[in-house]
C-alpha cells in the first residue's frame, strides 16, 4: 500500500460503513419493500463490522487525515462506540412496530446507516467544514425519518417542523462560521486554538461568530431555548425513530461540541463559559418543570432528554478534563436508559392499537410484574436515585463542576433534580398503586425483550461494579483532547 492510501486507514470504518450502506440501498431499491428484514440484518451487520474495525485500530495516538479536516483519538473512538451502539439498538427494535404499522420499508435501517454515518463525521471534525457535512448528513437523514409514517398526521408535522426548526438552526450555524473564518482567517480547530490565545485575545467578530456557533450547536442537541422542536416531533415521530432521536443523535452533537469548544476555541474558555452555564441551568430547570404536567410518556422523555441534556453540560461547563471524563460517564449511562426506557414504550399496546398515555401502565405489577420492575428501574436511575447508573453520572458532572468552582451549578442541577424525581416517581406510583387499566398484548419481539433486560440488569444496582471501567475508559478518552 502507497502512502496514500494508508492515510485513510483512520477514516476506514466511515469509508466501510458509506460504501456499504449505498450497496444495501441498492438491495432494497431491486428487491422492494420485502427486503427490510434482509437489510435490516444487515444494517446491524454492517454496524457491527464497523465498530470492530474501529476498535482493532485503537492505539491512543492522535491523527489527522484529509487536510486536518478529521481526526481519530481516543475521544472519538469511546463517543462513536456509544454511537454505533445507539444506531444498532434503533435498528433492532423498529421490526415489528413498523410492520404493525405499515412502514416496514427498507428505508429506515439505510436512512439510520446514513445519519450515523454523518454523526462519526461530526464526532471526528475537526474543521468547521467537516462539521457542517456531519451535521447536515445526518439532520437531513432524520428529518426523512421523522415524518416516515406519511399516512399519519403527527408523523408528518414533526417531520416538517424538524425541518423548518432545523434550517433555521443550520442557517445560524453558517452564519457563526462564516463570521468566525471571516474574523480569523481559517476554519480549522487547531488554527484558530492557536490564532486565538494571543495576548490581545479574540476579535469581537470570532466572539459573535461563537454564539452564533453555540445557538446551532444547541438546537442539535435540543437544549433551551432552541429545544421548542423537541417534544412534538418526540411525541409524533414513529417510537423507534423517537428513540434513535434520543439515543446516538444526542452522543454525537454532545461529542462535536465538546470538540469544538475545548480543540478549536481553548482561548476563549471564559466566553463560552457563559453561554453553557446559562444553557444548562435553562435546560435542567425547564426540563424539570414543564415535565410535571405531561400525560404523554413520549413528551415526559421529551422534557427528560432536555433535562439530561443540561446535566450533561455542567460537564462541559467545568471546562476541564475531569469535566469532560464526567460528561462521556453520563452519555454513556444516558444512553442505556433511554434506550431502554424507549424499548420499554415499544411494548405498551393493546388490541386497539400503541397507548402513549402514562395513566396506560396504571396497575402494571399486577399484570406484567417484570416490566413494571424494569421500568421502575429505568425511572429510578433517570432520576438520580443511589446506586442506580443514573446516580453515578450525576455525582461525577457534579463533582467536576464543584472542583472547577462552579458550586452554584451544582446546587441547580441537584435541586433540578429532586425536582424531577417527582415526575419519575409518578410513574413507579401508577403501575404499582393505581387500579390496573387493563393488561398491554405480549409478543412484543424478543429484541425488545433483550434490550429491556440488558438495559435494566445495566442500570440497576450493579452498575456499580460497571461504572469502574467506564470511569477508566472515559479517562483515557478525555485525556486525548488537547487542553
Known amino acids: 500500500m502507497n ?134 448528513l445526518q439532520s437531513l437523514s432524520l428529518y426523512v425519518l421523522a415524518a416516515m409514517n406519511r399516512d399519519r398526521l403527527r408523523s408528518t408535522e414533526a417531520g416538517l417542523k424538524y425541518f423548518v426548526l432545523g434550517a433555521l438552526s443550520s442557517g445560524m450555524l453558517l452564519y457563526g462560521i462564516s463570521l468566525i473564518y471571516g474574523f480569523s482567517g481559517t476554519t480549522d480547530f487547531d488554527v484558530l486554538a492557536t490564532s486565538l490565545q494571543g495576548e490581545n485575545g479574540a476579535p469581537i467578530g470570532v466572539v459573535v461568530g461563537l454564539v452564533f456557533l453555540l445557538s446551532g450547536l444547541a438546537f442539535k442537541i435540543s437544549a433551551v431555548p432552541f429545544h421548542m422542536w423537541t417534544p412534538d416531533v418526540y411525541e409524533g415521530s414513529p417510537t423507534p425513530v423517537t428513540a434513535f432521536f434520543a439515543a446516538a443523535p444526542k452522543v454525537a452533537a454532545m461529542a462535536l461540541l465538546v470538540r469544538a469548544l475545548i480543540n478549536g476555541f481553548p482561548g476563549l474558555v471564559v466566553e463560552w ?37 443540561g446535566y450533561a453540560l455542567v460537564g462541559l461547563a467545568a471546562g476541564t478534563q475531569d469535566g469532560v471524563q464526567a460528561l462521556l460517564v453520563y452519555l454513556a449511562i444516558y444512553l442505556t436508559m433511554t434506550l ?95 387500579e390496573s387499566a387493563g393488561a398491554f398484548e405480549g409478543g412484543h419481539g424478543q429484541a425488545v425483550s433483550a434490550v429491556i433486560g440488558v438495559a435494566a440488569a445495566v442500570n440497576s444496582p450493579v452498575s456499580f461494579l460497571l461504572i469502574w471501567p467506564l470511569v477508566g475508559a472515559a479517562a483515557w478518552a478525555a485525556g486525548s483532547l488537547l487542553f
Open 273 to 309: 463559559q457563559q453561554v453553557i452555564v446559562f444553557v444548562s441551568i435553562a435546560s435542567m430547570l425547564v426540563g424539570s418543570f414543564v415535565a410535571l404536567v405531561q400525560t404523554n410518556i413520549k413528551r415526559l422523555m421529551a422534557y427528560s432528554s432536555i433535562g439530561h441534556i
Open 3 to 136: 502512502g496514500e492510501s494508508l492515510s485513510l486507514l483512520p477514516a476506514l470504518p466511515e469509508l466501510i460503513l458509506a460504501i456499504g450502506a449505498m450497496a444495501l440501498l441498492m438491495l432494497g431499491v431491486f428487491q422492494g419493500d420485502k427486503s427490510y428484514k434482509q437489510v435490516a440484518n444487515l444494517s446491524i451487520l454492517l454496524l457491527l463490522v464497523c465498530a470492530v474495525v474501529m476498535i482493532n485500530q485503537v492505539g491512543g495516538e492522535r491523527e489527522v487525515i484529509f487536510g486536518d479536516m478529521f481526526v481519530t483519538d481516543a475521544f472519538a473512538v469511546f463517543a462513536k462506540t456509544l454511537v454505533y451502539i445507539g444506531s444498532a439498538v434503533a435498528i433492532l427494535i423498529a421490526g415489528k412496530f413498523l410492520a404493525e404499522h405499515n412502514i416496514a420499508k427498507f428505508e429506515y435501517p439505510i436512512l439510520v446507516l446514513f445519519a450515523t454515518l454523518g454523526m462519526l463525521i461530526m464526532i471526528s471534525a475537526n474543521n468547521l467544514m467537516s462539521l457542517y457535512v456531519g451535521l447536515e
Open 340 to 434: 431502554g426506557a424507549f424499548a420499554a414504550i415499544l411494548s405498551m399496546r393493546r388490541s386497539d392499537g400503541m397507548v402513549e398515555d402514562i395513566e396506560d401502565l396504571a396497575g402494571l405489577s399486577t399484570t406484567n410484574l417484570p416490566m413494571a420492575v424494569a421500568i421502575s428501574i429505568f425511572m429510578f436511575s433517570l432520576a438520580g436515585i443511589p446506586l442506580l447508573a443514573g446516580f453515578f453520572g450525576k455525582w461525577f458532572v457534579f463533582l467536576a463542576a464543584v472542583e472547577a468552582g462552579l458550586i452554584p451549578l451544582a446546587v441547580i442541577g441537584f435541586l433540578a433534580s429532586v425536582v424531577a424525581c417527582y415526575y419519575y416517581l409518578r410513574i413507579v406510583k401508577v403501575m404499582f398503586f393505581d
